[in-house]
């Protein structure tokens, strides 16, 4: 099993919509966990981290742990054509190492 | 304040050839980190560098090595390559530890563009 597992999509969804994106992990013990996104052509740029449970919010974004269930989302409000990227959930496992998930490749149609 | 940079941004080389890629981090940035990206195995974790020394290391074979600078540039260098080597090599560039701020805890890593490795 991967520590980080995430649906590759693709996942394609109207301007304005609610978008959901979940990864989960394997060990209980891991608490830092950060979401990135990439556009196409670019190096992955870091959108928000978390750290043990519960939410956080950063403007239209939020994301939350659920140690209970081993879960990681990310929920994007109102969301924008601009918004189209792929998203990647990651865990740190030290000494600026990270363990990604596969990404998710979101569109955003107008 | 210039971002990562990495050269070459694409080559192609042929099965038994050999590549070195070169990254310079933002400045004062004294970690710098290597990853493979590819659509089957996604983001993986090469090595990381801190002070010229190596600090991490990923589940990469022999064949895959790295440095670093003085001035905390970064070479990786594949030998042999093999047709499984095609990806997108990304370098990451940090603060590295002994800093304060998030950034040093919290590993916000700051990515280049990557350099696009196609083996033929």
């Known amino acids: 099993q991967k520590e980080v597992e995430q649906d590759p999509g693709p996942l394609s969804v109207p301007e304005g919509a609610i978008v959901s994106l979940n990864c989960t992990y394997s060990?209980?013990?891991?608490?830092?966990f950060m979401w990135y996104r990439q556009y196409s052509r670019k190096g992955p740029e870091l959108l928000m981290y978390?750290?043990?449970?519960g939410n956080k919010e950063d403007g239209r974004f939020t994301a939350q742990v659920d140690k209970s269930s081993k879960y990681i989302s990310l929920f994007i409000r109102d969301s924008q054509p601009s918004d189209s990227a792929t998203y990647l959930c990651?865990?740190?496992?030290?000494?600026?190492?990270?363990?990604f998930g596969q990404g998710t490749r979101l569109t955003i149609n107008p | 304040k210039a971002g990562v940079t990495q050269t070459p941004r694409y080559l192609i080389k042929t099965r038994g050839q050999q590549v070195t890629l070169s990254c310079s981090p933002i400045?004062?940035?004294?970690?710098v980190s290597w990853y493979q990206q590819t659509p089957g195995q996604g983001l993986q974790f090469l090595f990381e560098?801190?002070?010229?020394?190596?600090?991490n290391k990923g589940n990469f074979p022999g064949r895959f090595s790295g440095r670093q600078f003085s001035n905390s540039r970064s070479e990786m260098n594949v030998s042999t390559l093999e047709l499984g080597d095609s990806a997108l090599y990304l370098c990451?560039?940090?603060?590295?530890?002994?800093?304060?701020?998030?950034?040093?805890?919290?590993?916000?890593?700051?990515f280049g563009e990557g350099s696009r490795l196609t083996v033929l």
């Open positions: 990651a865990r740190i496992q030290g000494a600026q190492k990270l363990v």
């Open positions: 990451a560039s940090s603060l590295g530890p002994g800093t304060s701020g998030r950034s040093a805890l919290a590993g916000e890593l700051f």
């Open positions: 560098y801190f002070s010229e020394t190596q600090r």
């Open positions: 060990n209980s013990a891991f608490q830092y």
């Open positions: 400045s004062g940035h004294r970690s």
């Open positions: 978390t750290y043990s449970s």
